[in-house]
């Protein structure tokens, strides 16, 4: 079964930089699209942004364009979030999940949040001064 573990979270003034380490345990994450998801209490987690297996795709929300850059670093069964410019909307729990459907073609990118199989636990993103 694939483990997702997420850290770099923390309090951070507007305008800060964050990143954020996506590290999977017991299979490849290699095989996996993943995707970093920003969940407020109340509401169900959005996608922030996503990457295909290869890193040859990636996709973000409008709200993050321009100031958020995913990569993947498949050796070291690593994905990283980088967080630069961050706004007090920002704030929430960011959780990085994969989906094994992107096995078939490395250049996939997940269209829905339910079919990402697997999740992490999430890390706590605060931007607040």
């Known amino acids: 079964q694939l483990r997702l573990v997420e850290s770099g979270g923390g309090l951070v003034q507007p305008g800060g930089s964050l990143r954020l380490s996506c590290v999977a345990t017991?299979?490849?994450?290699?095989?996996?699209?993943i995707g970093w998801f920003r969940q407020v209490p109340g509401k169900e987690p959005e996608e922030a942004s996503c990457?295909?297996?290869?890193?040859?795709?990636?996709h973000y929300a409008d709200s993050v364009k321009g100031r958020f850059t995913i990569s993947r670093d498949n050796a070291a069964n690593t994905v990283t979030l980088y967080m630069n410019g961050l706004k007090p909307e920002d704030t929430g729990v960011y959780s990085c999940?994969?989906?094994?459907?992107?096995?078939?073609?490395?250049?996939?990118?997940?269209?829905?949040?339910?079919?990402?199989?697997?999740w992490g636990q999430g890390t706590q993103v605060t931007v607040s001064s």
């Open positions: 999940a994969g989906d094994l459907t992107a096995y078939a073609d490395p250049n996939y990118i997940p269209p829905f949040k339910s079919e990402y199989d697997y």
């Open positions: 017991e299979r490849r994450l290699a095989d996996y699209a």
């Open positions: 990457i295909s297996r290869n890193s040859r795709k990636t």
